[in-house]
């Protein structure tokens, strides 16, 4: 793997993951009573898959196996919740200061996720961080077959900057960032904060691995 300075030095814009590297949005909501409220809005004859899981993004691709609809109920209530999460959860820590030396640096940094881009835009605006971004690509509507690990947000990124994936790094914390990034020809770096995370991302050969967002200061 790259060394990462070397990498992101080579490049113009990062895309960075929301859940994870900027916030840990569940962690006051969990995301387990999420998907159970989720799960109301489609039961009853749920999968086992569906019913056990504890991933509302697990629900949000059932409703939509169900029709477009049902789809649309549960990505609105989801929506919704995420708000209600992310009002009660602070900056990852060291995200502020890696962001504003990012800038300071000439970068340009887009936050790409599957998360509402609502939800995303009031945590931003509430923690003054807007400013230090240049967009977000994230989910806009009710269809999840376009969220990563699909490139589409990936590549909707790059267009909208005008740049080749060339020109660009993902820095996310799951395999869909680092899958979706090579689907997009876009360099990717996987935050691992844990051994079993760092065995499981290492595994999907990322262009550089790291143990914190700190890691990815520049300066010295």
């Excluded at 992310?86 to 640096?105: D, T």
């Excluded at 230090?132 to 790059?158: G, N, Q, Y």
């Excluded at 996310?172 to 760092?198: E, F, I, N």
Aim: proline content about 6%.
């Amino acid at each position: 793997m790259t060394g990462v300075k070397e990498l992101l030095q080579a490049k113009d814009h990062i895309f960075l993951d929301f859940d994870g590297p900027v916030c840990d949005v569940f962690a006051e909501l969990a995301a387990g009573e999420v998907a159970d409220r989720l799960k109301r809005l489609v039961e009853p004859d749920l999968p086992a898959d569906v019913s056990t899981s504890a991933d509302p993004f697990d629900v949000l691709r059932y409703a939509a196996s169900c029709g477009p609809n049902a789809a649309y109920v549960v990505e609105r209530q989801l929506s919704r919740f995420e708000g209600e999460a992310v009002a009660q959860v602070s900056p990852a820590p060291g995200v502020v200061e890696v962001l504003r030396e990012w800038v300071a640096q000439g970068f340009t940094v887009t936050i790409v996720s599957n998360n509402s881009v609502d939800a995303i835009r009031s945590f931003l605006g509430l923690h003054e961080l807007a400013e230090d971004l240049r967009r977000i690509s994230a989910r806009t509507t009710s269809d999840p077959a376009h969220l990563k690990p699909h490139p589409a947000l990936i590549d909707a990124a790059v267009k909208a900057l005008g740049t080749s994936p060339r020109q660009c790094v993902m820095v996310g914390d799951s395999a869909a960032d680092v899958v979706a990034a090579r689907a997009a020809g876009v360099a990717s770096v996987a935050l691992a904060t844990t051994p079993a995370k760092r065995r499981t991302l290492a595994a999907l050969h990322p262009d550089a691995l790291v143990s914190a967002l700190t890691d990815l200061r520049l300066a010295p």
